[in-house]
């Protein structure tokens, strides 16, 4: 497929209506075309290769991330290629589905740990990033106390960071409650960081009652 031929199927794949709806919801400098994410995955196989794919918009920035993570490269390369396209993102849905999309690291969340916990310093994007990274592939019995520390250290204060670790923790709580819920406790995290965890603990439906009472009861903490 050339460029062009992306062009022309997202032209006929848009959706006016749903242009508009993903404007209100997604607030980014990319023009957005109106063309559903299932769709953009979907071409991102038979799409150019990712640095031929312009950024003009948003789902291009989109299929240029899908087509990213579906690269086949040593370890090494491959970050590379995932840091490469980080600069890109300006808003949460490029952020959430890119991370989501890098599935070699599902084999090795150790090195994906090592090789993206540094940009906890980084960007409000980077700093999400790396909280949904680490949600989607870390949260195993080897690295959760890392990942939680992780969370820990991240700089807090901005909406969409807050919200990405607090996904994260509340995630994380299904399988390692008892570790979420201390650290918590002890003010780990941000007040803004705790009372969004609450909240999206609260509308799990993989979280029991018990203990989303528990949590409820630690609202008004975490660090100020």
Do not use: H
């Not at 979907?42 to 031929?52: D, F, L, R």
């Amino acid at each position: 497929m050339t460029e062009r031929e992306l062009d022309d199927y997202l032209r006929d794949a848009a959706e006016p209506a749903y242009a508009a709806f993903s404007r209100r919801l997604t607030p980014t400098a990319y023009p957005i075309l109106g063309v559903r994410i299932p769709a953009l995955r979907k071409i991102a196989a038979s799409a150019p290769p990712p640095e031929a794919i312009a950024t003009d918009s948003f789902e291009k920035v989109m299929v240029r991330g899908f087509a990213t993570a579906r690269l086949k490269l040593p370890p090494d390369d491959y970050a590379a290629r995932v840091e490469a396209f980080l600069p890109l993102i300006d808003n949460w849905a490029v952020c959430d589905c890119f991370a989501s999309s890098l599935k070699p690291f599902a084999k090795a969340p150790d090195f994906a740990l090592d090789r993206f916990s540094p940009r906890k310093d980084g960007g409000t994007w980077e700093k999400r990033f790396v909280a949904v990274l680490c949600m989607d592939f870390c949260l195993t019995d080897a690295l959760i106390d890392r990942v939680l520390d992780l969370y820990a250290a991240i700089g807090q204060g901005e909406y969409y960071v807050d919200m990405g670790i607090a996904w994260g923790l509340a995630t994380a709580a299904v399988k390692y409650f008892d570790r979420v819920y201390d650290r918590l406790a002890k003010g780990a995290y941000s007040a803004s960081v705790t009372e969004k965890t609450i909240s999206k603990a609260r509308d799990s439906y993989r979280i029991p009652p018990e203990r989303k009472a528990a949590l409820r009861a630690l609202r008004g903490a975490g660090r100020r």
